[in-house]
């Protein structure tokens, strides 16, 4: 499955397929990205991070890809398990003295069995 | 042993009232912050904390007040509260600026 263009709000998955999900960002300035998870009912929980002098970087299981020329990050997560049920965010910080990471509109992901 | 603890996870109150919740990270990081997030989950930065000193105040009306009495401590106090005020609020910290962040698990607010 995956969530293709700017962003969709939505994402269902069968279960032990990939996923992609999309991620537009604000400012060309932006140094720093962050994937997280938001599972029902807790705070979002740190997935993977990367820096913009890179433009892959794996995990278990997930692998951020950073397109600096389109402003364009995505996550992919390997054999998506019902427990990947959640919604995602991405979050940028600029290079500046003001620390904040500024989050985009999430992508909620269903995982069918 | 939760890394950031926020108190009360669920807080149901009438509109005019005062609130307070609170937030505890034993993580030993030097920066906080409050976000808030609304019914279509969209997260946004309130206030951030480095040091017990505030960095980041966003346009949040002055009914919210933050306060840091030590670096491993960020409460919110809440005055007047209004319908609008209904959201998820979270407290997060981080071991350097622009660094990523650790979230407690929210605090639920509703506004009657």
């Known amino acids: 499955g995956e969530s293709v263009g700017l962003h969709l709000p939505t994402l269902s998955v069968q279960e032990g397929d990939n996923s992609i999900i999309n991620c537009a960002y604000s400012?060309?300035?932006?140094?720093?990205f962050i994937w997280y998870k938001q599972e029902s009912g807790k705070g979002p929980q740190f997935i993977i991070d990367?820096?913009?002098?890179?433009d892959k970087r794996q995990g278990q299981r997930v692998t951020v890809l950073l397109n600096k020329t389109v402003k364009h990050l995505s996550l992919q997560i390997a054999a998506t398990q019902p427990g990947d049920s959640a919604v995602y965010f991405c979050?940028?910080?600029?290079?500046?003295?003001?620390?904040?990471?500024?989050f985009g509109a999430g992508t909620t992901v269903t995982v069918r069995a | 042993d939760t890394a950031v603890s926020q108190t009360p996870k669920y807080l149901v109150t009438q509109m005019g009232n005062d609130k307070s919740i609170k937030c505890e990270q034993n993580?030993?990081?030097?920066?906080m912050y409050w976000y808030k997030q609304d019914s279509k989950k969209f997260l946004k930065i309130m206030f951030s904390?480095?040091?017990?000193?505030?960095?980041i105040n966003e346009t949040v009306p002055n009914r919210f007040s933050p306060k840091s009495p030590d670096k491993a401590h960020l409460n919110l106090h809440i005055n007047s509260l209004e319908l609008g005020d209904s959201a998820v609020y979270f407290c997060?910290?981080?071991?350097?600026?622009?660094?990523?962040?650790?979230f407690g698990s929210g605090t639920q607010l509703s506004v009657l």
């Open positions: 997060a910290s981080s071991d350097a600026t622009n660094e990523k962040l650790f």
């Open positions: 400012n060309s300035a932006s140094d720093y």
């Open positions: 990367i820096r913009s002098n890179m």
């Open positions: 979050a940028e910080i600029l290079p500046t003295n003001d620390y904040k990471l500024s």
């Open positions: 993580l030993g990081h030097d920066t």
């Open positions: 904390y480095n040091n017990k000193e505030l960095i």
